[in-house]
């Protein structure tokens, strides 16, 4: 008779360092998008479509936390996620990151409109957003909570980011940028706490490993989305040229 023995889970220094690798290797800070961006080499179109496609993922996260809290049975749980949905959204018109998002784009030259429907995301964006959403709506939430965990390199690629935008793209106005600055802080707290709550009931060496392929996934949607940008001449890009082979 051979008995059977469930393996056990990895302790929490090396589930810790198995998620850190991912992160080290496959955050979207090394993609040539953003090596480009934080070293001053966009144009001002180039930027707009970085702004007006990632607005398309901004206003999807909230939808996506209250996916994860929707599947939550753990109030303890719920009460420590739910500031998320309100830090984007915020309590009252004016307020929140998306709010601060569209003050970015009116910064770079983008109107209220054009931004509010979509009219520049690109399909491939929409794909990579779409497939985060999904993730969170359908796989087990402690999965979903550590898919968030991008956020754990995040404060360095905005800090960095912060420094070459008013360096290299002084065209922008700083009051543009708050939401940078805003999300420093708050991408420290999150990713603090989604990873308390996935190495706690992360628990099996099954789901350890589940949310190691988790923030994997999470790092492909953002170097898609990066992907997207790099290869598609958008329409921001057009009506530009357009404007400026008319002027010349
Ligand atoms: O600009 C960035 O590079 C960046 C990265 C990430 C990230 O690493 O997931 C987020 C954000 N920004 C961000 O602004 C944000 O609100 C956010 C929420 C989440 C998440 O997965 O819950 N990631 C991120």
């Not at 901004?58 to 939550?72: E, F, G, L, S, V």
């Amino acid at each position: 008779m051979t008995i059977q023995t469930t393996p056990l889970p990895w302790d929490r220094e090396t589930f810790l360092s198995r998620l850190q690798t991912v992160g080290m290797t496959r955050y979207h800070h090394q993609h040539p998008f953003h090596v480009a961006m934080n070293s001053g080499q966009l144009t001002p179109p180039q930027i707009r479509s970085w702004v007006a496609n990632r607005f398309y993922y901004q206003r999807n996260i909230p939808r996506k936390d209250a996916a994860i809290i929707a599947n939550c049975p753990l109030r303890e749980v719920r009460r420590i996620w739910l500031h998320r949905v309100s830090d984007h959204d915020g309590f009252r018109e004016g307020e929140g990151g998306i709010e601060c998002w569209f003050r970015l784009a009116e910064a770079v030259g983008l109107t209220h409109s054009e931004v509010q429907d979509e009219l520049h995301v690109l399909p491939g964006v929409r794909f990579a957003v779409d497939a985060y959403v999904q993730f969170a709506r359908t796989k087990p939430w402690p999965i979903a909570i550590a898919s968030s965990l991008t956020e754990l390199f995040a404060p360095d690629l905005m800090q960095s980011r912060l420094q070459a935008f008013e360096r290299y793209y002084s065209w922008i106005s700083p009051s543009g940028l708050d939401y940078f600055r805003a999300r420093i802080v708050q991408a420290a707290t999150d990713s603090r706490q989604g990873l308390e709550l996935t190495l706690r009931y992360c628990s099996t060496l099954q789901l350890q490993e589940e949310a190691v392929r988790a923030l994997g996934f999470k790092c492909d949607v953002l170097w898609s989305i990066l992907d997207a940008l790099s290869q598609t001449a958008t329409p921001i890009e057009s009506s530009m040229q357009q404007e400026f082979h008319l002027r010349t």
